[in-house]
T-cell receptor, first 109, second 113 residues
Framework: QQQVKQSPQSLIVQKGGISIINCAYE??????FPWYQQFPGKGPALLIA?????SEKKEGRFTISFNKSAKQFSLHIMDSQPGDSATYFC????????FGSGTKLNVKP | SQTIHQWPATLVQPVGSPLSLECTVE??????LYWYRQAAGRGLQLLFY??????ISSEVPQNLSASRPQDRQFILSSKKLLLSDSGFYLC????????????FGNGTRLTVT
């Protein structure tokens, strides 16, 4: 059973647009939700993370929105840039990390 | 600051050959260490994790094994590789509580031919 479901699988956004990636989870015991960014041939790098006691966290152009009742969280990338083109993974954790299947983002110049 | 090293970056091995991938972490003590595998276009599958020297937990029964001979060294091994062992292998570390963030190395691309 997939613990964390991520969508879309791929996303194309114009430069300057907003990229939105969504994740849903079932296990209400999860209490830490990080997002990772991965460039080709590299390991995933921690981008931003949130805990369920807050509904939103913003770091620069990256924002996590968290809806505890709906068991959903999303990553918003404002003013998307070609350099943001990468694969993004959401994750949820309670003693162990469960990763989404990834979203390949392509930002067109 | 903490850094993680993985080597080799790429590896091509024939079926039936042994495997040894190494990972070391610098700048921290007693880290939790992890081995993940990432299939092409897929998510991350946890293979092994370790909370201390000689302590290894296996998540998935398979052709691989892991060892932690030193505090900041984690080794992934196989006695005989299978075609299905091909993939991108990632080492990761964390310190602190159970929900401390994972930090990944740059991985090893393994191709079994």
């Amino acid at each position: 059973q997939q613990q964390v479901k991520q969508s879309p699988q791929s996303l194309i956004v114009q430069k300057g647009g907003i990229s939105i990636i969504n994740c849903a989870y079932e296990n209400t015991a999860f209490d830490y939700f990080p997002w990772y960014q991965q460039f080709p041939g590299k390991g995933p790098a921690l981008l931003i993370a949130i805990r369920p006691d807050v509904s939103e966290k913003k770091e620069g152009r990256f924002t996590i929105s968290f809806n505890k009742s709906a068991k959903q969280f999303s990553l918003h990338i404002m003013d998307s840039q070609p350099g943001d083109s990468a694969t993004y993974f959401c994750a949820a954790s309670f003693n162990k990390f469960y990763f989404g299947s990834g979203t390949k983002l392509n930002v067109k110049p | 600051s903490q850094t993680i090293h993985q080597w080799p970056a790429t590896l091509v091995q024939p079926v039936g050959s042994p495997l040894s991938l190494e990972c070391t972490v610098e700048g921290t003590s007693n880290p939790n260490l992890y081995w993940y595998r990432q299939a092409a276009g897929r998510g991350l599958q946890l293979l092994f994790y370790s909370v201390g020297i000689g302590q290894i937990s296996s998540e998935v029964p398979q052709n691989l094994s892991a060892s932690r001979p030193q505090d900041r060294q984690f080794i992934l091994s196989s006695k005989k590789l299978l075609l299905s062992d091909s993939g991108f292998y990632l080492c990761a570390w964390s310190v602190g509580g159970r929900n401390s963030p994972l930090h990944f190395g740059n991985g090893t691309r393994l191709t079994v031919t």
